[in-house]
């Protein structure tokens, strides 16, 4: 189904707060009919005459036989004040499932359509009060888990990333007319002028793509979280450190239920950064089947760590259970935590020389700060970019694909002005480059492209 083909002039209706019980239930309505559905269906207790645009109104709903449903209030969004740019009506209601269900059915018996999942953004998107990337930015700042997930969102709801690609997509104009004016006043072959610098105009652009495809890593870890493993052998203290960064955490994302045994997951936010701790089975040599099959289980979580908290008894000196565990994260971005720092410390081995290494007690909750802050100061963005409104920093990998895609038109472009193509061939890739621009706030975005995002969200948004 594409959601753009079937997108019709006609009413929708949803439910837009969540289902169950609450203070307030909130019924919507989008098109059209939106205001004639209301006004056949709500008695204002005070005003007369037609309703005042943006303004709260108490009053009952009555059903199709005149039977009171609920004490409301509600109002109408004129358009093209509205999120929708359509005429949009929301009736408050109480809060109960069936008072809402009762509320939407009123409608849809009434002529209304139940309103697809995202419908209401769409049509915001459509009606163009909004691009694809304050869409996209809605459900970011619904679903985002952590301060700087919704700090992210919220400089693209205000349009951080659709100002950074319209000024993009306006240098890529002006480059096109350029070497269009070329196309026009050349009869024969020559070359266009000023090649030189249309090369180094692509040139800059370049790096400020670049700039934009690398802050994807730092939006990637904002949205998703990072994955942070805690490797070691058995009793330095894996899952007494687990536990005190839970002591620690503002906010437990989930416990995440049916792991095995051996392996532990939780989703957390420390220092700002959305985690996922992974604590595992203690690495060590082993005959004992059952203990091996952990030992398998936490070598495999490597690989897919962000960053290793590798965990020895820093009270000790380290054994070879210890050098196995050591040697199978050599590879990863590892922080030691020398642990048991409450039993006095010996020197610092020497193999561990390379890594970066804190000293904590999880046992006492000594030192947790410190390696926390290193955890944060390990990924690059640190808490600082939190603050940083302004940042514009990509969290959608289409939105990488498509700025690779326009940056490697430039490289070809710049390749053909130094190889003196025709204008017509060097036009050619602006034009790829603009389109995929175009892209990411959606002017040239593919319709199955727009279902992909739209059916992300939920009804009723
Ligand atoms: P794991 O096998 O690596 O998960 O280790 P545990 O977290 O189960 O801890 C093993 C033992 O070391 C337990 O008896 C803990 O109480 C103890 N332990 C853990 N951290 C510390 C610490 O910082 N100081 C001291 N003195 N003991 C600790
Ligand atoms: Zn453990």
């Known amino acids: 189904m594409h959601i753009v083909n079937v997108f019709e002039k006609d009413t929708i209706v949803a439910p837009a707060t969540p289902p169950g019980e609450g203070g307030i239930g909130i019924v919507r309505l989008s098109g059209l009919k939106a205001e004639e559905f209301l006004c056949d269906y709500f008695s204002p207790s005070s005003a007369t005459g037609r309703l005042e645009s943006n303004y709260l109104y108490h009053g009952f709903l009555k059903d199709h036989r005149g039977h009171v449903l609920d004490e409301v209030m509600a109002v109408i969004m004129r358009q093209p004040r509205s999120y929708t740019r359509e005429d949009v009506c929301e009736i408050h209601c109480h809060g109960g499932g069936l008072i809402v269900r009762r ?30 990337t304050r869409a996209e930015a809605v459900i970011d700042l619904i679903r985002s888990r952590s301060e700087l997930a919704s700090n992210i969102a919220i400089n693209q709801l205000n349009g951080g990333l659709a100002d950074k690609i319209a000024f993009l997509r306006e240098k890529l104009i002006l480059l096109l007319a350029e ?7 050349s009869e024969e072959d020559i070359e266009i002028e000023g090649s030189c610098s249309l090369g180094k105009t692509a040139g800059q652009m370049m790096s400020e793509m670049d700039d934009l495809i690398q ?119 590892v922080l030691v935590v020398l642990n048991k720092a409450d039993l006095g410390s010996l020197p610092f081995p020497d193999c561990l020389g390379q890594f970066p290494v804190v000293k904590i007690s999880a046992l006492q909750g000594l030192g947790l700060t ?92």
């Open 103 to 132: 509320v939407v059915d009123l409608f849809l018996r009434a002529g209304a359509r139940m309103a697809r999942p995202g419908e209401f953004t769409l049509r915001a998107f459509l009606n163009g009060r909004i691009d694809l």
């Open 179 to 185: 070497v269009e004016a070329a196309i026009d006043f």
């Open 215 to 333: 802050s994807f890593e730092c939006g990637r870890i904002a949205k998703e979280g990072v994955n942070i493993l805690i490797l070691g052998r058995p009793n330095v203290g894996k899952s007494s450190l687990l536990n005190s960064l839970l002591g620690e955490a503002r906010a437990i994302v989930t416990d995440i239920p049916g792991t095995t045994r051996d392996t532990i997951e939780e989703d957390l936010v420390l220092g700002g950064l959305p985690l996922r701790l992974v604590d595992t089975a203690g690495i060590r040599h082993t005959e004992d089947p059952v203990e091996a099959e952990g030992v398998r289980r936490a070598r495999s979580k490597i690989e897919g760590a962000d960053l290793v908290l590798l965990v020895v008894d820093g009270s000790m000196s380290l054994d070879n259970d210890d050098l196995l565990a050591i040697d199978a994260c050599r590879h990863k971005d």
């Open 370 to 461: 410190d390696l926390v802050d290193k955890i944060s100061q390990h990924f690059t963005f640190r808490p600082e970019v939190s603050e940083a409104r302004e940042t514009v920093i990509l969290t959608e990998f289409r939105h990488k694909q498509a700025l690779m895609a326009a940056r490697d038109s430039l490289g070809r472009f710049r390749e053909s002005l130094v190889q003196g193509m025709s204008p017509e061939f060097s036009a050619v890739e602006i034009g790829e480059a603009l389109d995929r621009v175009g892209e990411i706030t959606g002017e040239t975005t593919p319709d199955d492209v727009l279902d992909r995002i739209f059916t992300k969200f939920c009804i009723g948004k």
